[in-house]
């Protein structure tokens, strides 16, 4: 590509400070974006579906700094409030009008997944979106992604103008199956798509992770969790950037002490981070060792373990994003609910679990 943001950190606009009345603090955003560019930051990520952020980064950003200083990102929704192809075509002339921007260095079409990526090609938005480079409007796009690495080959094959992926990848998800962020990263990579990262804190689960993941990085020293969790994912290969979604100066000014002068995390922070996964992997409510014995003779289909993990990672997190791991999880396959009881499952389990019920159980908590 023809723009590489200078400094990896890229500075997210989906959780801009707010006021008591829930409007969008521009002061506070005004102070983070000087911090920022002064730093030598230049990447900004929003979308048409953030509300308020479009409208802010007009006055924060696009209003006080010279268009060619920095680059500016959004995103086209052809789900939820779109409802046919004409909608989604006005998109980017609302934005553009929101912003002020004139044009957008980066447009992706925005978190598709296994519920709706055929939208996308109902309305020819894929075609659309080269029609909208060949006039100006934008100068790359992509898309960001939230679904199985079957799905992700699939479209990067169909789509191979495609100039990068916007991914999911933090240390927590690296090989969650709910989330299959390497093997994601790995697709990327083989078709020669430099990779954005999105959720690098996961949503701020990992700025303030469980106890035991407390323990292991306090070991080391009085570096902030989310300072570990940014560093590893912009430690590895063909990362354009990392999108940090700062809520606060604060915020910023510990994102900006490490990475400003980025050094990639070395051997021995590695370690720390694999302990600290497995910190999480050990906080387990189901002792399910994902032996898969249970699923060779399972006459469903139903990827016991993979739900088994789900159910265990979901301490702390938002339920739309254990939903959709289990929706991830289940693609294809059978699901907790559909368990007839046969026993199969629980006549081969090494650890004796008591697996209908647990399945049972499951299918309460996500099948809503």
Known sequence: MDFVPAMKLGFGLMRLPRLDDNTIDIAQTSDMVD?????????FDTAYAYEGSEEAIRKALVERYPRESYTLTTKLIAFGACKNEEMARQEIYTSLERTGAGYF??????????????????????DYVKEL?????????????????????QLLEAHPDVEFVQLQINYADWDNPGVSARKNW????????????????????????IDTVKAV???????????????????????LAVLSGMS???????????MKDFVPLSEHEQEVVEKAVEAINQDKSIPCTSCHYCTKG??????????????????????????????????DKGRAGDC???????????????????????????EK
Not at 192 to 199: L, R
Request: glycine share 6%.
């Open 35 to 43: 911090r920022f560019m002064e730093a030598g930051g230049t990447y």
């Open 105 to 126: 260095d980066y447009y992706l079409l925005h978190a598709l997944q296994r519920s709706n990526y055929k939208i996308y090609d109902e309305y020819h938005l894929w």
């Open 133 to 153: 480079k060949e006039k100006g409007l934008i100068r790359h796009y992509g898309f960001s992604f939230h679904a199985d690495p079957d799905l992700l080959e």
């Open 186 to 209: 790995e697709i990327c990579k083989k078709h020669g798509k430099p990779v954005i990262v999105m959720e690098p804190v996961k949503g701020g689960i990992l700025a303030d992770p």
């Open 217 to 239: 990085f306090d070991r080391e020293g009085n570096a902030s969790y989310a300072s570990w969790a940014i560093r590893y994912v912009a430690s590895k290969e063909n990362m």
């Open 248 to 258: 606060s100066l604060a915020q910023m000014e510990d994102n900006l002490s490490f």
């Open 298 to 331: 399972c006459p469903m289909g139903i990827p016991i373990p993979e739900i088994f993990n789900v159910e265990n990672r979901k301490k702390g997190s938002p339920e739309f994003r254990t939903l959709r791991e289990y929706s991830i999880v289940t693609q």
């Open 340 to 366: 007839v009881a046969c026993g199969q499952c629980e006549s081969v389990c090494p650890q004796h679990l008591p697996i209908i019920e647990l399945l049972q159980q499951c299918a309460v908590n996500f």
